[in-house]
């Protein structure tokens, strides 16, 4: 596939068959994604990836802790509060995305039974959680990024379908029941991923 290709149908996908990629696949996925260029080639990211069985145990975990309405404890912080245009396309982000799901503006318990979704992984069989120094700030979060944006591209044309999550960096210390991540490297984000399942439509 072209790179330009790849830019233009990578999207965003909240609904994943159980099919499983297999080892050759994703070692081939990580191996391309690893040629991100960084400061000082430093490649400061970690990727932590779970597979099926295990995947599913950990979105189990994160989904009953978020359900029971624990407190989020990021290792890097929250979003910030958008203002302004930045606000404008969050609120249509949002609209665009419970409209397709058909949960009206107020209702609350939809809207939180939707956000939940995140800890389900959308249905994923894969999810890789990613995570820097917890030291390391803007700079290195610059690398990241880029590394990211190469992980989701690489993705898409393999046909990978795959779902970038800043939640996914909001319950670490539940993470880390399941992976076995140094004290000193905190998590950005996960990405859930595998192969699209086209009968859900958000
Ligand atoms: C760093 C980052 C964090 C994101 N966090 C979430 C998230 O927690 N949940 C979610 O459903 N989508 C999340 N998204 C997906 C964005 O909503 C999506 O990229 C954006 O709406 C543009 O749509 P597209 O990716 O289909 O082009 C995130 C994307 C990025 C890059």
Not at 56 to 73: C, E, F
Request: with cysteine.
């Amino acid at each position: 596939m072209k790179l330009v290709d790849a830019i233009q149908q990578r999207r965003t996908v909240r609904g994943f068959t159980d099919q499983i990629i297999d080892d050759d696949t994703l070692n081939r996925l990580f191996t391309q994604a690893q040629q991100a260029p960084s400061n000082c080639n430093t490649q400061s990211w970690k990727a932590y990836v779970v597979n099926g069985e295990r995947c599913r145990q950990l979105a189990d975990s994160l989904y009953l802790h978020v359900s029971k309405g624990n407190a989020p404890s990021p290792d890097f912080g929250f979003m910030p509060t958008y203002e302004g245009i930045y606000r404008d396309r969050q609120v249509v982000c949002a609209h665009t995305l419970y409209s397709n799901m058909n949960i009206a503006r107020d209702d609350k318990p939809a809207r939180m039974a939707a956000l939940l979704q995140n800890y389900q992984l959308f249905g994923a069989p894969h999810v890789v959680f990613i995570g820097m120094p917890k030291s390391y700030g803007i700079v290195n979060a610059v690398d990241i990024g880029i590394y990211v944006q190469n992980l989701l591209l690489v993705m898409t044309s393999m046909g990978i379908a795959s779902c970038p999550q800043g939640a996914l960096g909001y319950y670490p210390l539940v993470v880390r029941e399941h992976l076995d991540i140094d004290d000193e490297i905190g998590i950005l984000l996960g990405i859930s991923f595998g192969y699209e399942d086209t009968e859900i439509l958000f």
